[in-house]
């Protein structure tokens, strides 16, 4: 009973208006979802988004505060805060900031087993550009200006809870992967325990691991094509690497059509995923692709 | 029922009986693993072999087998060449895959390249040579598999001399051998190679230049009473199944040249760590130090 939306907006903040439209798609991104936004009493007032100005300086201009709404979230709970606004002199670049936590205080901070306070942003384009979001009541994907045609305009979030070996949900953690945006240098992914501070530190490479050859569904040689394989992005909470989650893998970029979703069996379900393609993410995705322009992200889609 | 040696080898051919010791010393622990060494077939005669005298010389060859049960239907035959590298004094080794041989001596079928330079493909393997050093050499095998570490024991000092080299059969999702192919794995001190040859169409994919193990990105497998290790998976288009030849880990995990015991495919296998003296940062994910373990048994 997932959500999905494929959203166009202005990527900049030379208006109030403009800047009410993009942020005003990622609230109800997330809302539509099924996350349950905190009341301001719970985390203090909340941004306004028929009322907040656009920002003229580097600086937040307000936040939200979303829980987690599934069984899930009375034994392992997770609050994700986010903040609009631009982290640029004169606020003309459109910048959220998140942090991810298992509690909101009455002034919207997430004071305990907190993610670092993760700022997100691109370029500024003054032309309407495609952004892809899917989640549900405990997982969401936001890949901004996925299909905008300029990488160093976008960045991704994605954040979904821990399962077990079979995909089942499970009550330890949350798995986060990103890409901050600019140029190269953006990925980052972590596990998060639910009752304790991060197991491990940022990683700053995304834990997928893809043939050097560039094709993974082609036998070569001779050999029929018979099927096309996707790579799951593995994280850690130290040691060994946790059962991968299901929001992202990562393909080779001429393998699929960005914009067109598919269905593929993971963890022995059909589930459907749209790949987004290689412009946001023009950067190498995976550890051992030799190409920057050959891996791109798959994001869940249903 | 697997082979294993640690041999003591000097890296160097500066004489014929050098050349020869440490040529017949990896020759015998083929012999030794159970695969069939064929004769007649023009192979090199270690009691009269020449050192090399140039760069990148075959002083001769032999020609191996697999010899277990999947050979009548799945035949692997290999060719191990013996001779220089970069230098004559320079240990050099070339390795070559088919399946079949003619009465020559000659490989048949889908044949891996062999390679005769030290950059044009993954079949040679070189060592520089070390006057004073004697190294350790590890080698475990069986009849359709081997892992030979060649000089690779010691100091850090010695990186520029070992060579590596690993092929084992494919297998299925619970690691029992398959009639499919064979998978490859290389190294010496310029380049860490795999690829996996099918036995009809020969490799599947281009010769990949890192080897397949993704480690996180910390500085320790260790998490709780577990301590994680992990496989390398070779390509022919998709993944295959991760052989049980080779596992990466990371250096501070375990003791170098001290076995372990650790569940694969739900079986119980042994590994011994070469440590980081010279093969290390096998995974591309920055997983610094990562080195490799090979199986045995």
Known sequence: ?????????????????????????????????????????????????????????????????????????????????????????????????????????????????NTPRIALSGAQNTASKISYSSGDTNRWIFAWNAGGGRYHDSWYWAIERTVNNSGGLTNTGVLITLNAGGIGSGYKQVFKGGASANATAWETTLGALMPQSNTGGSWLRGVPTERTSVYPIYHTQGGAFEPHGLNVFLYHNHELTAGIPLTMSVYGAAHTYMPVGNVTFIYPASAREVSPTRSALLVRWE | MGYTLIANTAPRSNSDAEFRAWGNTVSNMFANSGMVKMTGVGEIDWSTVTLPLTTYTTQGYEIWRFNDALQSTAPVYFRLDYGSGAANVRPGMWFTLGNGMESNGNLMGARSPAAYSSTGGHGVWTSTPNSSNIFLTYFSGDTNRFALAFSIGGSAANIASFFFASAERTVDANGAATGDGVLLTFADQTQQKQVAWHRHIGEYTGVEVSWGVLMPSGSSGVSGSNTAVYPLFHAAGPYLNPGLNLLGYFNADFAANSSTSLTLYGASHTYMPLGNAALRAISTRAANPSCVMIRWE
């Open chain 1, 1 to 113: 009973m997932g959500y999905t939306v494929k959203t166009d907006f202005v990527l900049n903040n030379s208006t109030n208006t403009i800047f009410r439209t993009w942020g005003q798609a990622v609230t109800d991104a997330i809302a539509n979802c099924g996350w349950a936004q905190c009341t301001d009493v719970e985390a203090g007032t909340q941004i306004n988004w028929t009322t907040v100005a656009a920002p003229t300086a580097a600086t937040s201009q307000g936040y939200n505060v979303w829980k987690m709404a599934d069984a899930l979230q009375s034994e392992c709970p997770i609050y994700m805060k986010i903040e609009y606004g631009s982290d640029t002199v004169g606020g003309t670049l459109p910048t959220v900031w998140l942090t991810v936590g298992n509690t909101v205080n009455a002034s919207g901070g997430i004071p305990s087993a």
